[in-house]
Structures are given as structure tokens and as C-alpha cells.
């Protein structure tokens, strides 16, 4: 019997840069709710926190920045060389997380859950799942990776590779592995695949959404799909005017990031939203729409069904990063409840930290709080 009755939970694993996160995301393209446990360990210890103390009281106030934060680069540095002090590192941070995965499925409407963790396998959490996934990878692959996505030194990239237990543990424990080695279009095969066997009603993921039928014109919605590719990199690299010049390899990559939404008036395309949620938190970074669509109408059915569908994921905010052309409809963003702000002013350092990881240089930032029971509340 499942551990969480009407769920099935899929455990997502794999060493560092293995392409978990990747993985994730097409699953939730597929209509699976999926949680981000490694991303709550890092809100379990921000300032005012449930981990934010118990760390200080351990291993001393020198970890903090000039903000009072936690520096995840001096923690890291600091357990990733002694195994005592991640031991210990962990002791701290497993049991708030395991209390908020349980929060969060209970609350899931989905049936299918996917729980990414690093440390799947040496939690209480594997005996709790119903399948286990891994994901796998060259070493070189995962070394290129660490050095061109967050800018580790090889010497540091190998450090972290070493410091984890080892892959083919993870291999010989799981139900299902992912090969991530060659390209998105091989590894989108093999996660379809994989999840036609657990959910095969589900298999071609949400349905195009009518959206509503303004004066102004038809509009209807559309999730967009990796067979869509094509047709979202002309729209992003016209209604951008060249700035974001894309290919079809671009938005297949994109995939493994975000989703994308597609809006058609009279049946054709004169929008996108192409929006990530991370740590209960969503981002819509790639926001067009044709001029001849009227703002007043379109904005807020593209801005709405990002909010339904990131609410379904149990967001707690929105943030919006828009093109200069679209930030000057005041009147727009205040009727669908989005209020200009700077990173620093969210007053929630998830939140805070999304905006800035996030923000393109020169772009304005509209938020709008979807909840205010947030897990990992301070205590």
C-alpha cells in the first residue's frame, strides 16, 4: 500500500548533474506533480527559517553574509570536504524537509508524484516511494556540466562529483534509469516512455484550454509541446525582434526548464509565456505578445493561466519579468493584481532570491502573492 493513499510517488535521483532537474520538468510536463527536496533544504535554512539557527548553533556565525544569510558557498565548501560536518549538516535539514515533501503531497491534486532528492536513497524517503528513478551521466558529461552551468572550477566540480555516494548504488536500486547522455529529443523518449507505463491516460499531457472569446477577437490557449518547438522559436524571435533570435534546439532545451503557454487569436499565434516554477516559486521570464492582440485582453488570459496552472503546483508567488513594451499597461497589471517591485522589497527571501537569481539585466520585475499558508513558514 502506498505510503500516501491515491498517490503514486516516483523518487527521482542521480548524482550531481545528471540531469534530475531536467528529468523533473518533463515529468510535470506530463502531468505529474513534482517537488524540488533539495531546493526546500536550501529554504530550510534561510533567515528566520526552521534550519536557520540549529546551522548557526553547529557550525558557528562565520557562514553568515552581510545580509545575515547563510552563505550556501562557505557551508558548502565547509561539508563538502568534511563528512562528519555533512553528516551532521543533514541530521538538521532531512527532518523539516521530509514534514514539508508530506505538506506538499497531501495537498497535491495529482495522482502521479515525482520527489527529486540527492539523497534519495539514504533518507527514510525511499521506503516511502512507489518506484525509484535515476538518472545517469558520464562523469565528463557531469564535469562540463558543473563547470558551464555554475561556474565551478574542475578541481571543485571533481569535489563534488567525489563527495556523493556513489552512482552505480543508485543504479542497482532503481526501477527505472535515465540516460542522460545524448540529446533532449532521446531523453524526452525515454521519459515518455517510461511514464506510459504508470499513467498511460495521461501520456499526452494537458489539453489546449479555450481560453475565453473577447470582442476583439477569438482567443484560445494552449499548452505548448516539444512538438511545438519550431513554431515557438519563430514567435520568440519575432515579437522579440531578434533579440531573442531562438531555434527549435533552443526551446527543446527550454523544455527541460520551463513550460510554455501559446495564445492564438482567430487561430493564429500572436503569444507567449514561457514560465519555470522552483521551489514554490513561479517565474515567467519569456513574456510576448503581437501588438495587433490587445494587451487589455490577452495580458491577463496569459498571465491567468500561468497563475492557475502554477497554483496547481502549490506556488506561493508569481513574478514576472516583461518586455519593455508590455510594462507600461499600468492599468493591466493592476486589474490582474501584480504590483511593480524590486527584488529586495518581496519581503520573503525565497522570493527574493528567485527575483534576482532570475532577472534578466535592465527588465522590470510585477509580483502577486498566489497563498499565504506558506510551507517552511518561520517558527
Known amino acids: 500500500m502506498s505510503h500516501w493513499p491515491g498517490k503514486y510517488v516516483i523518487g527521482l535521483t542521480g548524482n550531481i548533474a545528471t540531469g534530475k532537474s531536467v528529468v523533473r520538468r518533463m515529468l510535470e510536463h506530463l502531468g505529474a506533480y513534482t517537488i524540488d527536496a533539495d531546493a526546500l533544504s536550501h529554504r530550510v535554512i534561510s533567515k528566520g527559517a526552521p534550519g536557520y539557527q540549529p546551522v548557526l548553533d553547529r557550525f558557528g556565525k562565520w557562514l553568515l553574509d552581510k545580509e545575515g544569510q547563510i552563505d550556501r558557498g562557505k557551508l558548502g565548501r565547509l ?3 568534511d563528512a562528519q560536518a555533512l553528516a551532521q549538516l543533514e541530521d538538521i535539514i532531512h527532518p523539516y524537509v521530509g514534514q514539508a515533501v508530506d505538506i506538499l503531497i497531501k495537498r497535491a491534486t495529482q495522482n502521479v508524484i515525482v520527489v527529486e532528492a540527492i539523497k534519495l536513497l539514504e533518507s527514510n524517503l525511499r521506503s516511502q516511494c512507489d518506484s525509484i528513478w535515476v538518472t545517469d551521466a558520464p562523469q565528463e558529461v557531469q564535469v562540463e556540466r558543473l563547470i558551464r552551468k555554475r561556474g565551478l572550477s574542475r578541481e571543485d566540480a571533481l569535489q563534488r562529483i567525489h563527495s556523493q555516494s556513489a552512482q ?3 543504479l542497482v536500486a532503481a526501477d527505472v534509469v535515465i540516460a542522460n547522455k545524448g540529446s533532449y529529443e532521446d531523453l524526452w523518449k525515454q521519459v515518455s516512455e517510461a511514464w506510459k507505463r504508470i499513467s498511460p491516460d495521461q501520456e499526452t499531457g494537458p489539453a489546449t484550454l479555450i481560453a475565453a472569446r473577447p470582442e476583439a477577437g477569438s482567443f484560445s490557449l494552449q499548452r505548448g509541446k516539444p512538438r511545438d518547438s519550431q513554431k515557438i522559436a519563430g514567435l520568440v524571435t519575432k515579437l522579440s525582434k531578434g533579440k531573442r533570435a531562438m531555434n527549435s534546439d533552443d526551446v527543446m532545451e527550454a523544455f527541460g526548464d520551463k513550460a510554455f503557454l501559446l495564445l492564438q487569436m482567430d487561430r493564429e499565434l500572436v503569444g507567449v509565456a514561457g514560465w519555470q516554477v522552483e521551489n514554490l516559486v513561479s517565474r515567467t521570464i519569456d513574456l510576448y505578445l503581437d501588438p495587433r492582440a490587445a494587451a487589455d485582453k490577452a ?4 498571465l491567468g493561466e500561468v ?12 513574478l514576472v519579468f516583461p518586455p519593455i513594451e508590455l510594462v507600461g499597461f499600468d492599468a493591466v497589471w493592476k486589474q490582474a493584481g501584480y504590483e511593480r517591485r524590486t527584488p529586495e522589497t518581496l519581503g520573503v527571501q525565497a522570493w527574493t532570491d528567485a527575483a534576482i537569481e532570475s532577472m534578466p539585466k535592465g527588465s522590470a520585475l510585477f509580483f502577486k502573492q498566489l497563498r499565504t499558508d506558506r510551507v517552511l513558514r518561520p517558527i
Do not use: D, I, M
Open 299 to 302: 495580458l491577463p488570459l496569459l
Open 79 to 81: 561539508v563538502f570536504s
Open 168 to 170: 552505480k548504488e543508485k
Open 307 to 318: 497563475e492557475r496552472a502554477s497554483s496547481e503546483l502549490q506556488c506561493e508567488a508569481s
